[in-house]
């Protein structure tokens, strides 16, 4: 497994302590994984959810959820009504 | 000592009856968590407002006006779950300041029963771990043994109630997450059929596993909390919209006819000493009262853990995506080295955040759903999971629960398991198949060990069937009649 892609991927920095910690656990993980190559799935629908539900309709009505203060108050920086981020570009 | 050894249906009972204020039945609580949480641990998080909350509803019943069917029992909840205006971590260091501006279905329908939130319980970060370990806010002890785990991920919510710092409490199960601990710790956990209740304000792990049930001293109570939290709710699509029956209620003793199920693949030399001697006992009693014991089959249970740490880790790769330092939660710290571009905003502030085991989770689960693995792992996973659920829906047709042990052993020490995470996964294999199949499963006191650490059995029976399960766990429980309290206690 290629452990920087994948931390990329994640968008995750790990330090190089980590990579080689979770090259040797991640590979041992998934290699214990193959025991599923040998059962046969062929046209077998993957199963997502365990309960089947009926989906069902509710009244498009509108309804007063949180406030502006609200939405905003666990931001780590706002700026009047806006979520504040450092310049990325 | 006297109030911290009522059961819940024994507060709402006296208290109904003006035998005993919510207030002492709190403020009694509290004391206990005073004296003994520096010890255990368990809680994250005390509600400050809670005697507020309790000379409230004391003045609401004096006033003659009608109180709830959980009226004036303190209730413990895992940190997972949302609680408006107060502090909710999920035991991660990227939530450590989080308070929700809404609270979960679960915590809204307990207080409108009149439970009162007494604080919020210690975990494995996100769930994630069988010990209790994995916590931001350091480890949760066991109260019949402090050098042994707890067990996870709900281990606080587990360890408040067995050390009677709350006599119930709600926890989240993913895989096993709530029967273990129940079992680690000597109590009752339960968790109800996958749809049953609301998943609306907990912190998503792995959204087709989740669901969260009560933990307390006894099956009554354990029946009478679930009753309180599930049903239908139209912020989750997910749940069911068939009524809750009157389980506590219905709950009876009587098991002659009953068909008890015994896997035949949960029986393995993994199952230590006295595991395998608590469940001959339990099988035992169950036919001494009339029950039929049949030998199942369910083929598929060696997989259990590859397909659960496949599908769990990939949803939750896509669910802790949202921890991204914009909105909410912590962001790494950028005054002195501003980042280069956007995903090393991110990929730092990730990074800081999570813990350990969470981030190797969320790296094993975008491996899995990467291109190039996503047909090998995540989509192979959900087509074997759907033959698990076949392997049940079989098996339930000659029996009507399931019995068997909740783990291979009792509490392991902590740090026994730490340093290898393929291990600690192993452990799990009984619990994880009830999650995948979504049936409903729990776990009640089985016995002791040797040196007197308590096992759980578990029981689970058909989707929906909660009722069959309560009763054999009820039945169980009135027959052995165990007497031991932990050692914290003695």
């Not at chain 2, 996100?126 to 991920?153: H, I, Q, Y």
């Not at chain 2, 710790?185 to 989740?210: M, N």
């Not at chain 2, 199952?271 to 049949?294: H, I, P, Y």
């Not at chain 2, 909105?327 to 955040?353: N, Q, V």
Request: charged content about 25%; overall charge neutral; proline content about 5%.
């Amino acid at each position: 497994m290629d452990i920087k892609k994948v931390a990329e991927l994640a968008r995750l920095q790990i330090s190089e302590q980590e990579e080689t910690l979770y090259d040797q656990q991640l590979s041992s993980i998934v290699n214990y994984f193959v025991e599923l190559e040998a059962i046969e799935t062929k046209g077998i629908e993957p199963m997502v959810t365990p309960v089947d539900l009926e989906p069902y309709w509710r009244e498009d009505k509108k309804e007063s959820t949180l406030t502006t203060d609200e939405a905003l108050k666990n931001a780590p920086e706002k700026m009047g009504n806006l979520f504040k981020v450092p310049p990325v570009v | 000592m006297e109030t911290l050894n009522l059961s819940a249906a024994e507060i709402v009972k006296k208290f109904s009856k003006g035998e005993i204020k919510a207030v002492e039945v709190v403020g009694a609580y509290l004391k206990n968590i005073e004296k003994r949480d520096k010890t255990l641990n368990s809680f994250i998080t005390k509600n400050e407002n809670a005697l507020d909350a309790a000379k409230k509803l004391d003045a609401k019943r004096e006033q003659g006006k009608p109180t709830g069917r959980l009226a004036g029992v303190p209730v413990a909840i895992k940190d997972m779950l949302c609680t408006k205006g107060q502090k909710t971590t999920a035991a991660s260091k990227i939530l450590e300041n989080f308070i929700p501006p809404y609270s979960a279905t679960v915590v809204e329908k307990l207080e409108a029963e009149d439970a009162i939130v007494i604080g919020k319980t210690n975990q494995d970060e996100f769930a994630m771990g069988s010990s209790t370990e994995n916590s931001a806010f350091g480890p949760c002890k066991n109260p019949w043994d402090l050098e042994r785990v707890p067990g996870g991920s709900s281990g606080g919510s587990a360890a408040a109630v067995a050390g009677r710092l709350s006599p119930i409490a709600i926890g989240t199960d993913t895989g096993g997450s709530i029967r273990q601990p129940a079992s680690f710790c000597g109590i009752v956990g339960a968790k109800p059929t996958y749809g049953r209740v609301s998943r609306f304000g907990i912190i998503a792990f792995a959204s087709s596993l989740d669901q969260a049930g009560p933990m307390t001293l006894n099956v009554e109570d354990a029946a009478l909390t679930m009753e309180v939290i599930g049903g239908q709710c139209r912020r989750d699509s997910t749940t069911s919209e068939r009524k809750i029956p009157h389980w506590a209620k219905s709950l009876s003793q009587d098991l002659k006819g009953v068909k008890v199920g015994l896997p035949q693949e949960y029986i393995t030399d993994a199952l230590s000493t006295d595991t395998k001697k608590t469940l001959d006992e339990a099988v035992k009693f169950v036919q001494s009262e009339g029950a039929e014991v049949v030998p199942v089959s369910l083929p598929h249970t060696k997989l259990c853990v590859s397909l659960y740490y496949i599908i769990a880790t990939c949803e939750a790769s896509s669910n802790l995506a949202r921890y991204d330092g914009v909105r909410f939660g912590k962001r790494a710290d950028f005054t002195h080295s501003p980042p280069s571009d956007i995903l090393e905003f991110y990929s730092r502030t990730r990074g800081e955040g999570f813990g350990t085991e969470v981030k190797r989770r969320i790296m094993l689960g975008t491996f899995a759903l990467s291109s190039g693995y996503y047909e090998a792992y995540y989509k192979k996973a959900c087509q074997v999971r759907r033959k698990l659920r076949e392997d049940f829906l079989k098996a339930f047709q000659s029996c009507d629960v399931m019995l068997s042990p909740v783990c291979t052993g009792a509490a392991f020490k902590l740090g026994e398991k730490v340093s290898d995470p393929l291990s600690m996964y192993l452990n799990d294999v009984l619990t994880l198949s009830t999650n995948l199949a979504g049936l409903p499963g729990m776990s009640v006191p089985g016995g002791f060990t040797k040196e007197g650490l308590p096992i759980g059995l578990q029981i689970t029976s058909h989707l929906f069937n909660e009722q069959a399960m309560l009763n054999v766990a009820y039945a169980i429980e009135k027959g052995l009649s165990l007497k031991e309290v932990p050692n914290v206690l003695r």
